[in-house]
């Protein structure tokens, strides 16, 4: 059977698990045959989806539970990642060492649906984000790579623990100039890169028979990967078409993704599920989404996968 | 049956043009602003039954009428975000880009060895992809409009430098001559030959970039901008999946366009009044 | 001394990728002052090098020529000449009395000087009312009227004109011919004037010179034994179709080689 | 001779400016470096060198100088390092390898090639109608101007993925956008070129009782091929553009376009660069190749005087 | 009925932006079989406007006119017409051999039968051994005598040709006139041919149109008295001046109002 999977971002260690179990025969030995087609910054995985151009797409939840408000039902059906690896990255000597003193600086936020626990997190401190001000921010809408902050243009910039904040420090910057805040810490993690499908088609047993291969071989792949972190950044190595990843930077990224799938089997926690949907819904003046999904998660699958 | 009434409204529509066109008025003015117009309101109209016929879902492509409607919802918006790409980004930047590339395309004229050794190294410039400058100047310049006018700067360069250079070169030599025998100074002859016989050519150039201001602004947006912009604005949209969003973006951008393009034809008929392309 | 244009054994060779051209070869020529010259021969002949030599516009590259006892370019700077080229050559963008201030704009008259001078001369040559009228506005031959208006706007001793009729009708042509020679006869002009109509070189020139190309050079220099006041039907005189006899003769034998 | 004479003293001239930006440009990235490294800087702290004048810091701190030209992720690279970066990935490389941009390269043209090709296709056509058919040209070539208004390249990323949605992948999705940036240049010029024949030899085939299909084959098609070519060159340029742009959003996957994103990813500033000098060339060799066609095609013709 | 081209009444009015335009009014005229007309006139009188009626590439809006007895519109399909203008008009891709094979593709002649035919009229206007040129290889006057090659080279009954050497200098032209006149003689064509030269017109034809313009009008029609056959010389006759004056008479008295 024929399974397209899309990625939320370019080919990298944080989808490891995909290419370690395409690679290692695990698809295969689920009789499945699975395209994995890499994202970009400008491709949204969720519209993919929508189109039919995927079956199945690795996306973050706020942005798939925004998607469903906007009327394409998708459904989370295997969460591997268990921990968010988003916060934001400062410099010490701008004065910052405490949420409080982000007022009144510039900070670097990616767009593209990955602002949305951001916006909540400003709104649960009450800081505006329309402007420079006593109790503001000023936003900018930050590229695909740490500049900003290496030149000084923000204050702050959003990070992933297992990329762009080793990209900054890989810049010759040493750990200790630098603050972080990660969202884990602050309460306002979303759940990241979870799997999910249109909801119509898990009322289809051939479709849903499919997943449950897929998802069972897939966190097979993570397991593996967790425990051989560098045999896996090798295997996304050999994936990467740019020849632009750097073998040290991706084994590093390997051994970091790994603490983030640590404690998932693959199922989603409905605590943390609750807990993503509470965030998203203090977003502050622009919420995300208005009130609360129903049917946005199902078990089905990965009780069929697992046991 | 929303299919078939698409293909109906199109038979209908271009057998309307062909009347027109083959008509007695089809030389008049009213034709000439009436068969496009009948040409584009059946795209749209077709565009509106096949999207509805066929189901489209609107995160692939919203009907015209959404468009429409999410246009009026949110003129506030779209107003701050054409301030900020279309007046602050690209307008500078044209200006800058355009009154640069004039003052070094007389520098061009004046000396000879600038046009032999500048010009082909002008045009292998022109031939770099100059989206790809764009994350550079963002580096460069920062996150607001200032480097989003730089890169229109770089891009509206080279084809006005190019068309400006070809401008002065333009007058005949019989009319050169004719200074000449007057023992007309360099600026004399310039300003009252070369420059006047090299308009049509400038405004050929300030026409064409026109679109490529606004195609350097929007863009430039992509790789880094402040919460604000049509560029910004569009790429968030899509993440959102609000796609009548970004089309409402696309329309202010074709209007922004054409009646940028619009008014500096209209210029340049007043300009250039003289030209046989102009007398018409 | 006397001559307002004088040339010695004036040489001038272009150099071009085929090798060089040699435009003019060994010109000898005395134009005195108030003398009406035409210069008549084939295409190529070096007819318009002459006139361009004298114009300043051209270098020669051998020989001496003078004009007013100077260099051609001291006397261009001197703003010794008016050209009229084979077209118009109007500026599009400018009216026509604008077009005939052009001149006068550059060698700095006063404002009220320019008006003066253009309303005479657009009188002069029968275009009053129409200074304000664009080129494309006129006909051609009105327009060609207006560049000689041009030329005749600023004080030139001399005038050389490079075919100034080639692009007109046989009718018009006879009419502005007409005129041409009232004004020299009014303002004692030295004029040079190309042309490749017998009959026209006949009817005007005090002097004709008959060129001959490869290498371009003068074969035969005719003075005119007509009178100077010319009405249109001297052309249907046996005198008139005498000396077009003799021009039609040198110039059949400078062309021998080609059609 | 002279051309050449006055081209070398012209890219010299750049060169040596190039140079000489990099100093300020570098100069506050290249005093954090060194500070890090143990050097003595003046003034010591980053925060305080933030808002002063790089010509100053240049100044004060002239020993740093050379290594503003010899940085690892400078904000502007120096010439000879682009030019090495360029060396080592198109010569020294396997041309297979995915580090290779001559890879890249390939991907980017065969992109390129299609989409121009696509595009020419359509414009001749779509230029041909318009010549044909009066309902075209006054209904359709408005519109074909006002297509240009719309920030096509914006539209990539939906364009890719509506293109995605109906299983159309790979090659296609760029082809398109390039062709639909070259399909204009080629409408106008061609439009202009089949107009170019005058009344005159409009009316000497009337006379001759020439059907349509013998004045387009024999006057109009003949005629239109120096506009033809004028804006096949434009179009090549544009072609090229737009494959790179389509290989923007579908991620760093390969082709220059990629090349360009994942150098900024990672703050490659020479690797940028380099991606851009290789694009420029690419585009130099597409617009040389056109122009040698052209020259042959219209000499054959007898188009070429001398 | 024994006219080949026959005008009654003839009226052409263009529209214009500026208002109607009267190109040809009130137009009588026939012309035999084997006549060598010529049409003389100020600029915009309608000499081209009636050649174009003629060969059906304007539509008259009174009147009637019929060639062979059929309308113009059938003569053309008939392939009635060989039309030469002013400029030669060759096809910068095509060489002079393809270009005159143009008319003949486009007929549908046989492959064989077009390069005889290009043979023969290549040695007709004196052009054998250029075939293989391209027409920039050649001067101005080989160009036009091509373009009259091209016209030759099917069998059209009717010449129409529309100054066909008002762009050459007057020796080339004399020599054109002299070949044209020995192929009427050899062909024995109907020619139409526009000029605004007098001598030429009164060199070359049977009958001379003498048209004048606001609205366009036949005001004179000459036939000549000359013997069929023409020395270069003949102009130099009294009969030739006679009649010469006589167009000359006839064209100023339409001309009267401007210049
Ligand atoms: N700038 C130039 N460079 C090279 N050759 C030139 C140049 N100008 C003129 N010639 C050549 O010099 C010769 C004389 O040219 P010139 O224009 O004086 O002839 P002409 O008698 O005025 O001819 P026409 O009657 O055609 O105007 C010609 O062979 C011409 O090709
Ligand atoms: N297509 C047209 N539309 C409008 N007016 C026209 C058109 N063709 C010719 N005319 C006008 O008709 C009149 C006669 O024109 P025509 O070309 O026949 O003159 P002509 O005698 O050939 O002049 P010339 O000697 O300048 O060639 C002119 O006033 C001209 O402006
Ligand atoms: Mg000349
Ligand atoms: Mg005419």
Same mark, same amino acid.
């Given at each position: 059977?024929?399974?397209?999977l899309q990625l939320k971002w370019v080919t990298q260690a944080q989808f490891a698990g995909y290419y370690v179990a395409k690679d290692k025969g695990f698809y295969e030995e689920e009789g499945l045959d699975v395209t994995i087609l890499p994202g970009g910054p400008d491709i949204a995985p969720t519209q993919v989806i929508a189109g039919g151009g995927a079956d199945v797409t690795v996306e973050w939840m706020p942005a798939a539970l925004a998607a469903r408000e906007k009327g394409l039902p998708l459904v989370n059906i295997a969460q591997p990642f268990k921990r968010s690896g988003m916060m934001l990255t400062c410099w010490k000597d701008a004065g910052i060492s405490s949420p409080e003193d982000l007022k009144n600086r510039t900070l670097g936020v990616w767009f593209f649906g990955?602002?949305?626990?951001?916006?909540?997190?400003?709104?649960?401190?009450?800081?505006?984000?329309?402007?420079?001000?006593?109790?503001?921010?000023?936003?900018?809408?930050?590229?695909?790579?740490?500049?900003?902050?290496?030149?000084?243009?923000?204050?702050?910039?959003?990070?992933?623990?297992?990329?762009?904040?080793?990209?900054? /420090?890989?810049?010759?910057?040493?750990?200790?100039?630098?603050?972080?805040?990660?969202?884990?810490?602050?309460?306002?993690?979303?759940?990241?890169?979870?799997?999910?499908?249109?909801?119509?088609?898990?009322?289809?047993?051939?479709?849903?028979?499919?997943?449950?291969?897929?998802?069972?071989?897939?966190?097979?792949?993570?397991k593996y990967a967790e425990e051989n972190p560098d045999e896996a950044a090798e295997i996304v190595l050999e994936n990467d078409a740019t020849g632009a990843q750097t073998e040290e930077h991706q084994k590093r990224m390997m051994r970091e993704i790994a603490k983030l799938t640590a404690g998932s089997n693959g199922a989603l926690d409905p605590a943390d599920f609750e807990r993503t949907v509470n965030t998203l819904l203090a977003g502050g003046s622009d919420p995300v989404i208005t009130k609360k999904p129903e049917g946005a998660w199902t078990h089905q699958i990965t009780d069929a996968a697992l046991n | 049956m929303m299919v078939g009434l698409a293909i109906l409204l199109w038979l209908a529509g271009w057998w309307l043009n062909t009347r027109l066109a083959s008509g007695p008025?089809?030389?008049?003015?009213?034709?000439?602003?009436?068969?496009?117009?009948?040409?584009?309101?059946?795209?749209?109209?077709?565009?509106?039954?096949?999207?509805?016929?066929?189901?489209?879902?609107?995160?692939?492509?919203?009907?015209?009428?959404?468009?429409?409607?999410?246009?009026?919802?949110?003129?506030?918006?779209?107003?701050?975000?054409?301030?900020?790409?279309?007046?602050?980004?690209?307008?500078?930047?044209?200006?800058?880009?355009?009154?640069?590339?004039?003052?070094?395309?007389?520098?061009?004229?004046?000396?000879? &060895?600038?046009?032999?050794?500048?010009?082909?190294?002008?045009?292998?410039?022109?031939?770099?992809?100059?989206?790809?400058?764009?994350?550079?100047?963002?580096?460069?310049?920062?996150?607001?409009?200032?480097? %989003?006018?730089?890169?229109?700067?770089?891009?509206?360069?080279?084809?006005?430098?190019?068309?400006?250079?070809?401008?002065?070169?333009?007058?005949?030599?019989?009319?050169? =001559?004719?200074?000449?025998?007057?023992?007309?100074?360099?600026?004399?002859?310039?300003?009252?030959?070369?420059?006047?016989?090299?308009?049509?050519?400038? &405004?050929?150039?300030?026409?064409?970039?026109?679109?490529?201001?606004?195609?350097?602004?929007?863009?430039?947006?992509?790789?880094?901008?402040?919460?604000?912009?049509?560029?910004?604005?569009?790429?968030?949209?899509?993440?959102?999946?609000?796609?009548?969003?970004?089309?409402?973006?696309?329309?202010?951008?074709?209007?922004?366009?054409?009646?940028?393009?619009?008014?500096?034809?209209?210029?340049? %008929?007043?300009?250039?009044?003289?030209?046989?392309?102009?007398?018409? | 001394?006397?001559?307002?244009?004088?040339?010695?054994?004036?040489?001038?060779?272009?150099?071009?990728?085929?090798?060089?051209?040699?435009?003019?070869?060994?010109?000898?020529?005395?134009?005195?002052?108030?003398?009406?010259?035409?210069?008549?021969?084939?295409?190529?002949?070096?007819?318009?090098?002459?006139?361009?030599?004298?114009?300043?516009?051209?270098?020669?590259?051998?020989?001496?020529?003078?004009?007013?006892?100077?260099?051609?370019?001291?006397?261009?700077?001197?703003? *010794?000449?008016?050209?009229?080229?084979?077209?118009?050559?109007?500026?599009?963008?400018?009216?026509?009395?604008?077009?005939?201030?052009?001149?006068?704009?550059?060698?700095?008259?006063?404002?009220?000087?320019?008006?003066?001078?253009?309303?005479?001369?657009?009188?002069?040559?029968?275009?009053?009312?129409?200074?304000?009228?664009?080129?494309?506005?006129?006909?051609?031959?009105?327009?060609?009227?207006?560049?000689?208006?041009?030329?005749?706007?600023?004080?030139? =001793?001399?005038?050389?004109?490079?075919?100034?009729?080639?692009?007109?009708?046989?009718?018009? $042509?006879?009419?502005?011919?007409?005129?041409?020679?009232?004004?020299?006869?009014?303002?004692?002009?030295?004029?040079?004037?190309?042309?490749?109509?017998?009959?026209?070189?006949?009817?005007?020139?005090?002097?004709?010179?008959?060129?001959?190309?490869?290498?371009?050079?003068?074969? =035969?220099?005719?003075?005119?034994?007509?009178?100077?006041?010319?009405?249109?039907?001297?052309?249907?005189?046996?005198?008139?179709?005498?000396?077009?006899?003799?021009?039609?003769?040198?110039?059949?034998?400078?062309?021998?080689?080609?059609? | 001779?002279?051309?050449?004479?006055?081209?070398?003293?012209?890219?010299?001239?750049?060169?040596?400016?190039?140079? *000489?930006?990099?100093?300020?440009?570098?100069? %506050?990235?290249?005093?954090?470096?060194?500070? $890090?490294?143990?050097?003595?800087?003046?003034?010591?702290?980053?925060?305080?060198?933030?808002?002063?004048?790089?010509?100053?810091?240049?100044?004060?701190?002239?020993f740093a100088i050379p290594a503003t030209w010899a940085q690892d992720r400078p904000r502007l690279p120096a010439p000879h390092q682009v030019a090495i970066e360029l060396w080592e990935t198109t010569v020294q490389k396997k041309i297979t390898s995915k580090r290779s941009l001559v890879y890249h390269g390939w991907v980017t043209l065969s992109a390129t090639i299609l989409g121009f090709a696509i595009g020419t296709g359509l414009g001749i056509l779509l230029a041909v109608g318009i010549v044909h058919s009066r309902v075209m040209d006054l209904s359709v070539m408005p519109w074909a101007i006002v297509s240009q208004t719309i920030p096509i390249i914006a539209l990539a990323p939906m364009i890719i993925v509506v293109l995605y949605s109906i299983g159309i992948q790979g090659i296609?999705?760029?082809?398109?956008?390039?062709?639909?940036?070259?399909?204009?240049?080629?409408?106008?010029?061609?439009?202009?070129?089949?107009?170019?024949?005058?009344?005159?030899?409009? =009316?000497?085939?009337?006379?001759?009782?020439?059907?349509?299909?013998?004045?387009?084959?024999?006057?109009?098609?003949?005629?239109?091929?120096?506009?033809?070519?004028?804006?096949?060159? /434009?179009?090549?340029?544009?072609?090229?553009?737009?494959?790179?742009?389509?290989?923007?959003?579908?991620?760093?996957?390969?082709?220059?376009? *990629?090349?360009?994103?994942?150098?900024?990813?990672?703050?490659?500033?020479?690797?940028?660069?380099?991606?851009?000098?290789?694009?420029?060339?690419?585009?130099?060799?597409?617009?040389?190749?056109?122009?040698?066609?052209? $020259?042959?095609?219209?000499?054959?013709?007898?188009?070429?005087?001398?």
């Amino acid at each position: 059977d024929e399974v397209t999977l899309q990625l939320k971002w370019v080919t990298q260690a944080q989808f490891a698990g995909y290419y370690v179990a395409k690679d290692k025969g695990f698809y295969e030995e689920e009789g499945l045959d699975v395209t994995i087609l890499p994202g970009g910054p400008d491709i949204a995985p969720t519209q993919v989806i929508a189109g039919g151009g995927a079956d199945v797409t690795v996306e973050w939840m706020p942005a798939a539970l925004a998607a469903r408000e906007k009327g394409l039902p998708l459904v989370n059906i295997a969460q591997p990642f268990k921990r968010s690896g988003m916060m934001l990255t400062c410099w010490k000597d701008a004065g910052i060492s405490s949420p409080e003193d982000l007022k009144n600086r510039t900070l670097g936020v990616w767009f593209f649906g990955n602002e949305f626990p951001f916006m909540s997190w400003m709104s649960q401190l009450g800081i505006d984000t329309s402007g420079k001000s006593e109790n503001g921010v000023e936003v900018l809408k930050q590229g695909f790579n740490v500049d900003p902050l290496l030149q000084r243009q923000a204050d702050c910039i959003s990070t992933m623990t297992y990329n762009e904040y080793w990209q900054v /420090i890989d810049a010759g910057v040493s750990p200790d100039e630098l603050v972080t805040f990660k969202y884990e810490d602050q309460g306002v993690a979303t759940l990241e890169d979870g799997l999910y499908v249109l909801e119509d088609n898990l009322s289809d047993p051939a479709f849903v028979d499919k997943m449950v291969r897929f998802v069972r071989a897939s966190m097979k792949g993570w397991k593996y990967a967790e425990e051989n972190p560098d045999e896996a950044a090798e295997i996304v190595l050999e994936n990467d078409a740019t020849g632009a990843q750097t073998e040290e930077h991706q084994k590093r990224m390997m051994r970091e993704i790994a603490k983030l799938t640590a404690g998932s089997n693959g199922a989603l926690d409905p605590a943390d599920f609750e807990r993503t949907v509470n965030t998203l819904l203090a977003g502050g003046s622009d919420p995300v989404i208005t009130k609360k999904p129903e049917g946005a998660w199902t078990h089905q699958i990965t009780d069929a996968a697992l046991n | 049956m929303m299919v078939g009434l698409a293909i109906l409204l199109w038979l209908a529509g271009w057998w309307l043009n062909t009347r027109l066109a083959s008509g007695p008025y089809a030389d008049t003015r009213a034709v000439r602003i009436l068969a496009p117009l009948i040409f584009g309101l059946t795209v749209i109209g077709v565009w509106e039954l096949l999207v509805r016929g066929l189901e489209v879902p609107l995160v692939i492509l919203p009907a015209p009428s959404v468009i429409w409607d999410r246009f009026w919802d949110s003129l506030p918006i779209l107003w701050a975000d054409f301030v900020q790409t279309i007046i602050k980004g690209a307008l500078s930047g044209y200006v800058i880009g355009c009154g640069a590339a004039f003052l070094m395309a007389i520098a061009v004229d004046r000396w000879d &060895f600038l046009r032999l050794g500048l010009l082909p190294v002008g045009n292998f410039v022109a031939a770099l992809p100059i989206v790809g400058t764009a994350p550079i100047l963002v580096m460069w310049f920062g996150f607001d409009w200032h480097s %989003k006018a730089a890169v229109v700067v770089v891009m509206v360069f080279f084809p006005m430098l190019v068309n400006t250079v070809a401008g002065l070169r333009e007058a005949t030599a019989m009319q050169r =001559d004719l200074m000449e025998t007057y023992a007309a100074t360099y600026w004399q002859s310039f300003l009252k030959l070369r420059l006047p016989a090299a308009m049509p050519f400038i &405004f050929n150039g300030l026409k064409i970039s026109t679109t490529l201001a606004l195609i350097g602004a929007i863009v430039a947006e992509f790789f880094g901008s402040p919460t604000l912009g049509m560029g910004f604005r569009i790429s968030t949209s899509v993440g959102q999946l609000s796609l009548d969003m970004v089309w409402a973006e696309i329309v202010v951008a074709a209007l922004a366009g054409t009646a940028f393009y619009g008014l500096v034809a209209m210029i340049e %008929k007043l300009v250039t009044f003289w030209h046989p392309s102009q007398r018409g | 001394m006397g001559s307002v244009i004088e040339a010695k054994n004036l040489d001038l060779t272009f150099q071009t990728n085929d090798g060089p051209v040699h435009a003019l070869k060994d010109v000898n020529l005395a134009i005195d002052k108030g003398e009406f010259v035409s210069f008549i021969g084939p295409s190529g002949c070096g007819k318009t090098t002459f006139l361009r030599c004298v114009a300043a516009l051209e270098t020669p590259t051998g020989g001496t020529l003078t004009v007013n006892g100077m260099t051609p370019d001291e006397a261009r700077r001197n703003r *010794a000449y008016g050209y009229v080229f084979q077209a118009a050559g109007l500026y599009p963008w400018r009216t026509i009395a604008k077009n005939i201030k052009l001149p006068l704009e550059i060698m700095g008259y006063s404002a009220q000087e320019q008006e003066e001078r253009v309303k005479n001369v657009l009188e002069l040559v029968d275009l009053a009312g129409f200074g304000e009228k664009f080129p494309w506005q006129l006909s051609g031959g009105m327009q060609q009227r207006a560049s000689i208006a041009r030329a005749l706007a600023f004080d030139a =001793d001399i005038l050389l004109m490079d075919e100034p009729f080639g692009a007109l009708d046989e009718i018009v $042509r006879d009419h502005l011919n007409e005129q041409l020679l009232a004004l020299w006869a009014r303002t004692g002009k030295t004029i040079g004037f190309v042309t490749h109509s017998i009959p026209e070189a006949v009817y005007l020139s005090t002097k004709i010179v008959v060129m001959s190309p490869r290498p371009g050079r003068i074969t =035969d220099v005719i003075d005119s034994p007509l009178p100077k006041e010319r009405p249109l039907d001297i052309r249907d005189t046996p005198e008139f179709i005498e000396v077009a006899h003799r021009v039609r003769e040198g110039l059949r034998a400078g062309h021998e080689d080609d059609v | 001779m002279k051309q050449l004479v006055a081209v070398l003293t012209v890219l010299l001239a750049i060169v040596v400016i190039w140079y *000489a930006a990099c100093i300020p440009m570098n100069i %506050k990235g290249v005093l954090t470096e060194q500070e $890090r490294a143990g050097a003595e800087v003046v003034p010591p702290s980053a925060k305080d060198r933030r808002d002063m004048g790089e010509i100053g810091l240049a100044l004060r701190n002239s020993f740093a100088i050379p290594a503003t030209w010899a940085q690892d992720r400078p904000r502007l690279p120096a010439p000879h390092q682009v030019a090495i970066e360029l060396w080592e990935t198109t010569v020294q490389k396997k041309i297979t390898s995915k580090r290779s941009l001559v890879y890249h390269g390939w991907v980017t043209l065969s992109a390129t090639i299609l989409g121009f090709a696509i595009g020419t296709g359509l414009g001749i056509l779509l230029a041909v109608g318009i010549v044909h058919s009066r309902v075209m040209d006054l209904s359709v070539m408005p519109w074909a101007i006002v297509s240009q208004t719309i920030p096509i390249i914006a539209l990539a990323p939906m364009i890719i993925v509506v293109l995605y949605s109906i299983g159309i992948q790979g090659i296609i999705p760029k082809a398109v956008i390039s062709a639909y940036l070259s399909f204009f240049p080629v409408v106008v010029g061609m439009v202009k070129g089949l107009r170019s024949p005058d009344a005159m030899q409009l =009316d000497l085939l009337r006379t001759y009782n020439a059907s349509n299909s013998q004045v387009f084959w024999k006057l109009r098609l003949p005629a239109s091929m120096p506009y033809l070519f004028a804006s096949l060159k /434009i179009g090549i340029a544009a072609s090229l553009v737009g494959a790179i742009v389509g290989e923007l959003p579908t991620g760093a996957v390969a082709g220059l376009g *990629a090349r360009l994103l994942a150098g900024s990813y990672y703050g490659q500033t020479v690797q940028i660069w380099s991606a851009l000098f290789a694009a420029a060339i690419l585009a130099a060799c597409l617009v040389g190749l056109l122009g040698l066609i052209e $020259r042959a095609v219209l000499k054959r013709m007898g188009m070429a005087q001398r």
